[in-house]
């Protein structure tokens, strides 16, 4: 009797023993998973600082960007580049107008703050909902060489002085560039300037320009 007593004890310890190695490996095993689920927390967490860092770097290259393009689209006006610039060179200096093409072509005039806060709108739209999409940036207002020569006429307070001419060139330009751009992004009500306006800062940037010639910057 006293050996079957002895076995039963030894027998209800190690039921003992199996019981508590069996909760110590499942303690472990939930210890396992709940540092694994803290280390994926930790990842999931690195990662989104990086993504945040990369958004914020992204958003400071394309502000440079706008403000190389802004810098550009200046640069071109001081340059007497394009037919507005031309023709207000032209008015302030009281010469001739040479222009090569019909008085009714048809082109697409947007001031340089017009199609900046254009593409601002754009980048926000495309960040705050990412997908691809091509958004044109125009004034959508088609404007006619006769409407312009008329534009500086009223500035000016006189006419200026035009001369038409054929060109071999004349052939290649198109009667009619018209630009309406079909996606919706970006595309909130935003100021425009108006033909006359902006006509008006060209004039001025150009009288500027004659009294003070524009600021070249000096090479190292």
Avoid: W
Wanted: aromatic fraction near 4%.
């Amino acid at each position: 009797m006293a050996l079957q007593s002895e076995i039963a004890d030894l027998q209800s310890r190690l039921h003992d023993e199996m019981s508590g190695r069996e909760t110590l490996r499942h303690a472990r095993n939930e210890a396992e998973v709940s540092l694994a689920r803290a280390r994926e927390s930790v990842r999931a967490a690195e990662r989104a600082t990086q993504e945040a860092g990369f958004a914020e770097r992204s958003c400071r290259d394309r502000q440079a960007e706008l403000g190389r393009r802004a810098e550009t689209l200046a640069a071109q006006i001081a340059q007497q580049q394009g037919l507005l610039a031309h023709i207000a060179h032209c008015v302030l200096r009281n010469q001739p107008v040479r222009i090569y093409v019909s008085f009714d072509t048809i082109r697409d005039y947007i001031a340089s703050d017009d199609a900046a806060a254009a593409m601002i709108a754009a980048l926000r739209a495309a960040s705050e909902h990412p997908h691809v999409f091509t958004r044109i940036i125009a004034s959508e207002q088609p404007t006619t060489i006769a409407e312009i020569i008329a534009t500086f006429k009223r500035i000016a307070r006189r006419a200026p002085r035009i001369i038409t001419s054929a060109s071999r060139l004349s052939g290649i330009y198109p009667r009619c560039v018209r630009f309406r751009s079909a996606a919706v992004e970006g595309n909130a009500t935003l100021p425009r300037t108006s033909l006359l306006i902006g006509i008006a800062h060209v004039m001025a940037a150009e009288r500027a320009a004659v009294v003070r010639p524009p600021y070249r910057v000096q090479g190292p």
